[in-house]
C-alpha cells in the first residue's frame, strides 16, 4: 500500500483520482482548499479507513510524509482563475515549491498537472512536447497561463538540481461528472443551457476547436504517467477535434434540447484551435482514450440533470 498526496483532491479531477486510487488500495490524503472543490465530490470517500481530508492551502507550508505528490491544486476554469488572478498564480507557483519542498525532503516522486494552455493560442497543429507556445505574459489569461509555465520550470529545476523524481502531465480538456455545474467551461455551460431549453452561447464564430477528453480516461493517464519513469511533459487528452459548434449541436441532440445558439464576443487570449500530439502518451504510456464521446456526455449530462 503506498500513501499518496492529493491536492486539489476535492476537485473535478482530484476527486476522481482519489476514487481511484482507493480502488487500487493506496492510503490517500486528500488536501483542498475547498476554493474551487467540494466537500460533495469526496463525501462517498470520507467513511473509507484508507482515505484522509485535510482542509489546507498549497500556498501554505505542510509537513508530511508520503510515498508519491499528485499535485493538482488550481483553479482550472477562467471564471474561478481569473476572479483572484494573483492568488492563482501564487498558487501555481508557491503551491508547487511547497510540493517540491515535501519531494525534496523525504525523496518521493511527484506529479504536476500542468495544462494545454501553455501552448497559449498556438501557431503549431497539433501541439507536440516540443512546442514552445504562443502565449500572452500580460492578457488576462495568464495568470493562469504563465503560472503553469513556471511551474514546469520550477519542477524541472529542481529535477536537475536536486534529483526530484518528477512527472509532467499537460491536460487537454476534460470533462465529466463532479464538475462544478458553474465551471464557466464549454462542457458545463452547454449542458446546463440545452437542459433548461435557453439559447447556447458560443463566444466568436464558434469554429475555434476543442478535444474533449472523459475523466475516466483523463485519471488512467496520469496514473501511467506517474508509474512511468519520463521526466519531461507529455500531453494527455484525446484527438478528436470539433469546433464550438459542432459540440453544442451534439449536446443539443444528445438532451433532446429545443436551445438554439446566440453568439457572442471572443474573449481575449481565446485559442482558436487545441489539439493535442499524444505520440509521447502513446509509445511512452502505453495510454490512449477509450470512452467514446457521446458516452461521456450522456454521463455527463445525466449528472447535471440533478442541478437543472
Same mark, same amino acid.
Given at each position: ?31 483542498? %482548499? ?23 492551502? #498549497? ?58 494552455? #501553455? ?14 507556445? /504562443? ?61 433548461? /431549453? ?8 464558434? /469554429? ?10 483523463? #485519471? ?13 511533459? #507529455? %500531453? ?8 464550438? /459548434? ?63
Amino acid at each position: 500500500m503506498k500513501t499518496i498526496l492529493v491536492t486539489g483532491g476535492a476537485g473535478f479531477i482530484g476527486s476522481h483520482l482519489c476514487s481511484k486510487l482507493l480502488t487500487r488500495g493506496d492510503y490517500v490524503i486528500c488536501l483542498d %482548499n475547498l476554493y474551487t472543490g467540494s466537500k460533495k465530490n469526496i463525501d462517498h470517500l470520507l467513511s473509507k479507513n484508507n482515505f484522509e481530508f485535510i482542509r489546507h492551502d #498549497v500556498i501554505e507550508k505542510k509537513i508530511i510524509e508520503v510515498d508519491e505528490i499528485y499535485h493538482l491544486a488550481c483553479p482550472a476554469s477562467p471564471i474561478h482563475y481569473q476572479h483572484n488572478p494573483i492568488k492563482t498564480i501564487k498558487t501555481n507557483i508557491l503551491g508547487t515549491m511547497n510540493m517540491l519542498g515535501i519531494s525534496k525532503r523525504i525523496g518521493c516522486k511527484i506529479l504536476l498537472t500542468s495544462t494545454s494552455e #501553455v501552448y497559449g493560442d498556438p501557431l503549431e497543429h497539433p501541439q507536440r512536447e516540443e512546442y514552445l507556445g /504562443n502565449v500572452n505574459t500580460i492578457g488576462i489569461r495568464s495568470c493562469y497561463d504563465e503560472g503553469k509555465r513556471v511551474a514546469e520550470t520550477l519542477m524541472m529545476d529542481y529535477h536537475r538540481e536536486h534529483n526530484i523524481d518528477i512527472r509532467i502531465a499537460r491536460i487537454f480538456n476534460t470533462f465529466g461528472p463532479n464538475m462544478n455545474p458553474d465551471d464557466g467551461r464549454v462542457i458545463s455551460n452547454f449542458i446546463n443551457q440545452a437542459l433548461k /431549453n435557453q439559447d447556447i452561447t458560443i463566444y466568436g464564430d464558434g /469554429n475555434q476547436t476543442r478535444c474533449l477528453c472523459y475523466i475516466d480516461d483523463m #485519471v488512467d493517464g496520469l496514473i501511467a504517467l506517474m508509474d512511468s519513469a519520463y521526466t519531461k511533459p #507529455v %500531453n494527455l487528452g484525446s484527438n478528436l477535434e470539433l469546433t464550438i /459548434n459542432e459540440i453544442a449541436n451534439i449536446i443539443i441532440r444528445l438532451t433532446n434540447s429545443s436551445s438554439g445558439m446566440v453568439h457572442h464576443p471572443i474573449p481575449d487570449d481565446d485559442p482558436k484551435k487545441r489539439c493535442p500530439d499524444l505520440t509521447k502518451s502513446k509509445n511512452i504510456l502505453n495510454w490512449k482514450t477509450y470512452t467514446d464521446l457521446e458516452e461521456g456526455l450522456l454521463k455527463t449530462i445525466e449528472y447535471y440533470k440533478k442541478y437543472n
